[in-house]
């Protein structure tokens, strides 16, 4: 069965300062990743994912996650940290070509400071 | 388009208690799902369906139905409340299962008593 573990369940950063959201994940099959962000009050949101390819994948907002499938890892992060990056971001995974399910980590919340 | 409605935003019940939480959207997705929301336990799916009339069981789907009778439709039952299941309920579709970006309503926040 897949799990996923988010070291962190808070991570408290300055404003223009660099981040990093750790996730791990174990799996028996081949797996697909994924990380959302929920701002206050809101839904999920898909933030990025990696499928297949190259193993670093990039969002439209200068957020990247790179694969790392020796040591079971899809690390999400960014150089710079905005006041709006404030929200949880959550690290998912789904097993196998024909999955239906997706299994969510605990959550990271990030508290971006001025 | 609305993409994935929910209602009610907010609702109180007794233990024991009925209730219907619905989830509509507009997109012609045929994946849905609904996941409940607990601090520090991220996401757990509840049920999810594949189409009109296909539904499958989840990670917690005990106290939980759901059936899936339009492409547009998709409620989740609980038969007799209990306190456990005070949550915030999201309601997710996508064009295909799980692999294909999940589209998120705005939640339930539901506190049984």
């Known amino acids: 069965a897949q799990s996923v573990t988010q070291l962190d369940s808070q991570v408290p950063v300055f404003e223009e300062a660099p981040v990093e959201l750790r996730c791990n994940y174990s799996?028996?099959?081949?797996?697909?990743l994924f990380w959302y962000v929920q701002y206050p009050n809101q839904g999920l949101q898909l933030l990025l994912k990696?499928?297949?390819?190259?193993?670093l994948v990039e969002s439209i907002n200068g957020f990247e996650a790179e694969f790392n499938k020796s040591q079971t890892s899809f690390h999400l992060r960014k150089p710079s940290v905005h006041i709006s990056d404030t929200a949880e971001y959550f690290c998912?995974?789904?097993?196998?070509?024909?999955?239906?399910?997706?299994?969510f980590g605990g959550g990271t919340r990030v508290l971006v400071k001025p | 388009n609305a993409g994935v409605t929910q209602t009610p935003k907010f609702q109180v019940l007794k233990t024991g208690q009925s209730m219907t939480l619905q989830c509509a959207q507009d997109?012609?997705?045929?994946?849905m799902s609904w996941y409940r929301q607990d601090p520090g336990m991220g996401l757990r799916l509840i049920h999810y369906?594949?189409?009109?009339?296909?539904?499958d069981q989840g990670e917690v789907p005990n106290g939980y139905n759901v059936s899936r009778s339009t492409t547009e439709d998709f409620p989740l039952r609980l038969l007799s409340a209990a306190p456990s299941q005070t949550s915030v309920y999201f309601c997710?579709?996508?064009?295909?299962?799980?692999?294909?970006?999940?589209?998120f309503g705005p939640g339930t926040r539901l506190l049984v008593l």
């Open positions: 799996s028996s099959v081949s797996v697909y």
């Open positions: 997109m012609n997705h045929e994946y």
């Open positions: 369906s594949v189409g009109a009339g296909i539904t």
């Open positions: 998912a995974v789904s097993e196998g070509a024909a999955g239906n399910k997706l299994t």
């Open positions: 997710a579709s996508s064009y295909g299962g799980s692999l294909e970006t999940q589209y």
């Open positions: 990696y499928l297949s390819g190259s193993t």
